[in-house]
């Protein structure tokens, strides 16, 4: 590996533990200065398929099929009295793993792999959600910073063991 994709893979890295510190402290506005004005955020319902076939998820049902102004909804809700799923708000604490930068042209687009797990909590509940799942990230460079331009999440359970998806991955 190159010395110029090792520092580029250590980049965006950072870039995805920043994001999952923004989400986790539920820092919104910090959150949405990561992203890209043409986002596309995606997260396509996982179906079983007999043997070893693939893709096993849909390329035509989504939990969330999202663009910049259904992002901005959402936030907005989650920041009023409205968001009853989300009073008190959930506990969250993301681990982002296996981190590898698949495309690269520097200052100008990136492709990036990474495995993530969302722990959450909610109020005096003792049980607690485990969501996990593999995302494929493209990045634009806009104004010397990276934007994340299209997300598509790729859940490990077929059925959601959640009471909710009102927290983003």
Not at 35 to 60: A, C, T, W
Not at 72 to 97: F, G, H, M, Q
């Amino acid at each position: 590996m190159s010395l110029e994709k090792m520092l580029a893979t250590f980049e965006m890295e950072q870039w995805l533990y920043r994001e999952a510190k923004f989400l986790d402290d539920i820092d919104f506005d910090g959150w949405f200065s990561l992203l890209h004005p043409d986002i596309s955020y995606q997260m396509p319902v996982r179906v079983n398929k007999e043997g070893i076939e693939r893709p096993d998820y849909s390329f035509d049902m989504f939990a969330f099929n999202d663009d910049i102004e259904l992002l901005k909804i959402r936030v907005d809700r989650l920041k009023t009295d409205y968001a009853w799923a989300e009073i008190p708000p959930s506990r969250t604490r993301r681990s982002v793993n296996n981190v590898r930068l698949l495309e690269y042209v520097p200052n100008k687009t990136a492709v990036v792999n990474s495995y993530l797990t969302i722990y959450r909590s909610r109020s005096t509940d003792i049980h607690h959600d485990l969501i996990s799942g593999e995302r494929q990230d493209e990045f634009t460079y806009v104004d010397g910073e990276w934007k994340l331009s299209k997300r598509v999440f790729i859940v490990d359970q077929t059925t959601l063991n959640t009471r909710n998806l009102a927290i983003f991955v």
